[in-house]
């Protein structure tokens, strides 16, 4: 089964500062996809970046940049420019290719900004 | 259109007791997911409906939880003889066929359930 693992619990960063977000997905296939969601307190989860596992470019929305390293299986999301609207839980999250319809979330990592 | 919209937003009940949770979709997606959520943790799949058809359950949903989608609509979440266990976040999302685009899921804000 796949697995996906956000080592930091919480994380905080200066307003206009950059900061990175970690995570790591173990899975056996080669076609599959990768996420990471945003979710403001009491609000909806949203969509942050995507990223395919067959794309050597990595993604890049506005200030939001991913380092993907399918080797390492290793996955990670830069904030750039941190604005205080950035403050949530980011959530990674790995879907099978092939159909696969279930997307498998880490735990979440708490972002906060320093004003 | 106002998103994916859930009900009630907070359900606080007994133990022993039934609850069911209502998500209305993005009017023109044809699949709708549904996810728990527990403190501190991340979303984990319930399952889904592809219209009104159910084609994927999860081992996390035990007998005692059943979801419908009706003429591939709205859906309910029904919870059977609560549990304290059963205590979270119940997430509906709802996308369109395919996952063609960006592939995004759409998320309403979930109904959380405490089990006293």
């Known amino acids: ?115 | 259109d106002t998103g994916v919209s859930q009900n009630p937003r907070h359900k606080i009940t007994k133990r022993g007791q039934n609850v069911t949770f209502r998500c209305d979709p993005i009017s023109e997606h044809n699949r709708l997911y549904w996810y728990r959520q527990t403190l501190g943790q991340g979303p984990e799949f319930l399952t889904y409906f592809q219209n009104e058809a159910q084609l994927e359950k999860s081992r996390l949903l035990s007998d005692r939880f059943s979801a419908e989608r009706p003429k591939g609509s709205f859906s309910t979440l029904e919870i059977q003889r609560t549990e304290q266990g059963d205590s979270a976040m119940y997430l509906c999302a709802s996308s369109l066929e395919g996952w063609s685009g960006r592939g995004e899921l759409f998320f309403g804000e979930g109904s959380r359930l405490t089990v006293l």
């Open chain 1, 1 to 115: 089964a796949q697995t996906v693992t956000q080592s930091q619990p919480e994380m905080s960063v200066q307003e206009a500062e950059t900061v990175t977000l970690s995570c790591t997905y173990d899975t056996s296939e080669s076609d599959y996809y990768l996420f990471w969601y945003k979710q403001p307190p009491s609000r909806q989860m949203i969509l942050v970046i995507r990223q395919e596992a067959y794309k050597q470019q990595n993604a890049t929305e506005n200030r939001f940049s991913v380092n993907f390293q399918k080797a390492a299986k290793s996955f990670s999301l830069k904030i750039s420019d941190s604005q205080l609207g950035d403050a949530a839980m980011y959530f990674c999250a790995y879907r099978g290719g092939q159909g696969a319809q279930k997307l498998v979330f880490g735990q979440g990592t708490r972002l906060t900004i320093n004003p």
